[in-house]
């Protein structure tokens, strides 16, 4: 009975999407807002990436939310794993095969690197703080998933996090007292297209980037190490 | 022919989602459900939209599925070969609960 009424759901979302898809010409889009956007957006902030120019110059606060939102999820998700008892020598788990760890001391400077230019051109080409901060969460927790014993700090993992969140909060703050609106972009907006352009838009997915990055790595390696109470 | 090749991705990510409901090893539904999310990957970036395609690849198909996994594992449940009928009499005790 209850995989008839999947079944059922499956067929009334599949007619759905296919009258959906009837309407709509591909990739064309009905808004309004997103022309004046791509006709004004360039040249008030200063970013190549009019997505960026969106998240953290016309909707920062909106970020903010997102953060929040991240952060008392990450948090809330350590209150239940973390138990505090550290894992015993004895019980840990062995270390995985050749080709994953292989894998893993190939990957990581890789990843880290991949992780970090999304996060530093977001504001030049598609990407930004948020995926890159999950690709950088990834690349931290390779090495535990190829050698569970050693174990992640957790210190240093909140003290970025916490520098970051911060460091995001400050910008925003500073932009308040100086010009009067919370997270009004700062600094010159350079050169459209170059590195150090669009004022404080990097800054802020550099802090971005970090948070999410140290979070995510956090919340992984907690759902790693505490698998010792039910055996 | 960008439709026929968008008809071939829908294609792999519903059996994608058929095969993440009908598994009974769980492991393998994990790894069916981040299908769906690969195939999407590609239809937002047909879509032209790389930063939602970078976002569901990350995501959906790495991160989501890797916490589905270790609380598998936590769980108990990460078996390779799992013999049908005690996973069967898991699920209705599920149900019943």
């Known amino acids: ?231 | 022919m960008i439709e026929w090749l968008l008809f071939v991705i829908v294609m792999i990510m519903l059996a994608g989602a058929l095969m993440a409901m009908l598994m009974e090893n769980l492991l393998a539904a994990t790894v069916a459900a981040s299908i769906v999310s690969l195939g999407l990957t590609v239809i937002f970036v047909f879509l032209r939209a790389p930063d939602v395609a970078m976002t569901e690849a990350a995501v959906g198909a790495g991160l989501s599925s890797l916490i589905l996994a270790l609380g598998l594992k936590r769980l108990g449940l990460w078996k390779l070969d799992v013999p049908s009928t005690a996973v069967k009499a898991d699920a209705q005790e599920d149900g019943k609960s």
């Open chain 1, 1 to 231: 009975m209850h995989q008839f009424s999947s079944f059922l759901f499956l067929g009334g979302f599949l007619f759905f999407l296919s009258v959906l898809t009837g309407i709509l010409p591909l990739g064309d889009p009905p808004m309004i807002i997103g022309q004046a956007i791509q006709n004004h957006g360039v040249s008030e902030t200063g970013a190549a990436n009019l997505v960026t120019a969106v998240v953290l110059g016309y909707r920062g606060i909106d970020t903010l939310g997102e953060l929040s939102i991240l952060f008392a999820a990450a948090t809330a998700g350590g209150l239940v794993l973390a138990t505090g008892k550290k894992k015993t020598q004895a019980s840990a788990d062995e270390d995985a095969g050749f080709i994953v760890k292989t894998a893993a001391e190939l990957l990581f400077p890789l990843l880290v690197v991949a992780g970090l230019y999304i996060v530093i051109h977001g504001h030049l080409t598609p990407g930004g703080g948020f995926q890159g901060g999950v690709i950088l969460a990834a690349a931290f927790f390779l090495p535990l998933l190829a050698k569970p014993s050693t174990t992640m700090n957790h210190n240093t993992m909140s003290l970025v996090e916490g520098f970051s969140g911060a460091a995001f909060i400050g910008i925003g703050l500073i932009g308040l007292f100086n010009h009067g609106a919370f997270l009004q972009p700062l600094l010159s907006k350079g050169v459209v297209g170059e590195l150090f352009s669009a004022g404080t838009l990097p800054l802020l997915y550099l802090a971005v980037g970090l948070k999410v990055g140290a979070e995510l790595a956090g919340l992984l390696a907690n759902l790693n190490e505490e698998d010792d109470e039910n055996v």
